[in-house]
């Protein structure tokens, strides 16, 4: 292991670290909005958009990221949309974490309390009402789990850009061993580089759950 | 003769091949307090959600104040606001304080100025003894604590009409009595039409101007209060009222 060959990288790790956690930032914000709306909409059976959701969900859990990169950035060119590798990256990871997040949430809905569900329509609630104060927070704290491990999970997602030659993290390493050959020490570093994102992630995020679920059910 | 607030005609249940509900009719009038009795599983609680719409049914019609109700959901949310419910289960919302529990449908679903809203429901906490806890956390309360905020969060709809479906079932004996206490001063004292499922028999003896007993989801005896508690009509009512009183 040769620091000094690591210090000299470092600057240029830290662009990709940088391009990383924007990158797994617009792609789970982005995961949670589609993820929430495609749920609900399946939760209510909003006729025809219902059915092309539950599609989307499967189709989107059911193939890899790497495949649907290349889709985006090779095959639709050839259709005659051309776009940067960064914002391929960005819809490919919202329709992948998309689809895991509205499982996430599915999840939590289902286990609102019928009886909470009457309470609301007794109340003379419609449904975007109950979606909107029954069935959203109480589903999101209960979807919180699920949806934690799909941060995480799309963090990680964020190496396989490195097909589509985005500089993030991996391309990064990838890219200075093969200029150098030097793989102990950059593999090295795109370990602890990985580290850094995901432990802070991860205490913030079980501290959350547990805090969302205190303020929603107080246990 | 008062005016007529509910009426149901012909209405029939089925779940798959069950039939659950045997061509119910019945009417209510204003300010009448209807008190549904049967033993468990007789269709008692199954009706009173049909009445509002939580459970669909299978043929006939419900009336309210003489129109039928097309059983469509936005109509039955319409009607609901008219027609308030109160549940068993005591659930208010967990996440929200007794007092957005209270203000969150007349707000949101009827669109009435908070401010206006806000001072009508300290008043009515205030009938239940409860003014204290409008910052409080469902959490924090007790059952009956819990189900006296439902039943005013129920009331604070304007409704013409009260389900109550067996509210104290749940609730420790001591509790029971102050829930009872409410629905009586609501029928006495604001006139309240109410349609209450209870197995609560001395408080349906004081407060039925109407008894349905229901068996096997079938009306056995439609009586006034006083008539069915003096003398039922069926044999199967006086076991049943034998069996209640030990």
């Given at each position: 292991m040769?620091w ?5 990288s470092?600057?240029?790790f ?5 391009l990383?956690l924007?990158l ?9 909005i589609?993820g929430?709306?495609?749920s ?10 219902s059915?092309?959701f539950?599609?989307y969900?499967?189709l989107?859990r ?15 060119p050839v259709?005659?949309l ?6 391929c990256?960005?819809?490919?990871l919202?329709?992948l974490g998309?689809?895991y ?27 975007l009402?109950l979606a ?19 941060v ?5 997602e ?5 097909v589509?030659a ?8 990838l890219?200075?061993i ?5 793989s102990?020490e950059?593999l ?13 992630v991860?205490?913030?995020l ?7 679920r ?6 | 003769?008062?005016?007529e ?6 209405l ?9 509900l045997?061509d ?6 204003q ?10 599983g007789?269709g008692?609680s199954?009706?009173?959600r ?21 059983p469509t959901?936005k109509?039955?949310?319409e ?9 068993q289960?005591?659930?208010l ?6 007092m ?8 949101k679903v ?15 906490l ?11 956390y ?5 059952g ?6 439902a ?7 304007h409704?013409e009409v ?5 509210v ?28 209450i499922v ?9 407060i039925?101007d ?16 006083k ?9 199967r009512?006086r ?6 009183d030990?």
């Open positions: 040769n000094q060959v690591i210090s000299h470092l600057p240029i830290a662009q990709a670290f940088k990383t924007w797994s930032l617009v792609g789970i914000l982005g995961s949670l589609v929430a709306l495609s609900l909409i399946q939760y209510f059976k909003v006729p025809i958009l059915q092309l539950t599609a969900v499967e989107a059911n193939t890899p990221l790497l495949i649907q990169l290349f889709f985006l950035y090779y095959a639709f259709i005659g051309k776009m940067s590798a960064t914002t990256g960005i819809i490919g919202i329709f998309g689809a997040m509205a499982e996430g949430f599915t999840g939590g809905f289902s286990g609102v309390n019928q009886t909470q569900i009457d309470n609301g329509k007794a109340l003379g609630m419609n449904n009402q909107r104060y029954v069935v959203f927070p109480q589903g999101f704290a209960l979807s919180m789990p699920a949806l934690a491990a799909n995480i999970f799309l963090i990680k964020t190496s396989i850009f490195s589509i985005i500089p993030e993290l991996t391309n990064t390493a890219d200075l093969g200029m150098y050959y030097r102990n950059y090295f570093v795109l370990v602890v580089a990985y580290a850094i994102v995901l432990i802070p991860i205490l913030l079980n501290l959350l759950e547990r805090r969302v205190y303020g929603t059910f107080g246990d | 003769m008062t005016e607030i509910l009426r149901v005609e012909n029939n249940k089925f779940y798959g091949d069950r039939h659950i045997h119910i009719n019945f009417t209510l009038h300010g009448e307090v209807l008190t549904l009795l049967g033993p468990s007789s008692k199954t009706l009173i049909c009445l509002n719409g939580l459970e669909d049914f299978s043929s006939g019609a419900v009336y309210f104040k003489g129109e039928k109700i097309k959901d109509n039955w949310q009607i609901r606001q008219k027609i308030g419910m109160v549940f289960s005591y659930d919302f967990p996440n929200l304080t007794v957005e529990n209270i203000l969150l449908a007349p707000t009827q669109k009435r100025a908070k401010d206006q809203v806000a001072q009508e429901a300290e008043g009515l205030k009938d239940v003894g409860l003014e204290k806890y409008a910052d409080s469902p959490r924090e309360l007790s009956g604590q819990k189900q006296r905020i039943i005013v969060r129920a009331l604070i709809m409704p009260m389900l109550l479906d067996e104290t079932a749940s609730l420790d004996p001591e509790m029971v009595r102050g829930i009872l206490q409410i629905m009586t001063k609501l029928s006495k004292k604001h006139h309240m039409t109410m349609i209870t197995h609560e028999m001395g408080f349906a003896e004081q039925a109407q008894v349905l007993f229901l068996e096997d989801g079938r009306i056995l005896e439609n009586t006034p209060g008539a069915f508690f003096a003398q039922p009509k069926t044999e009512a076991d049943f009222l034998e069996s209640m030990f």
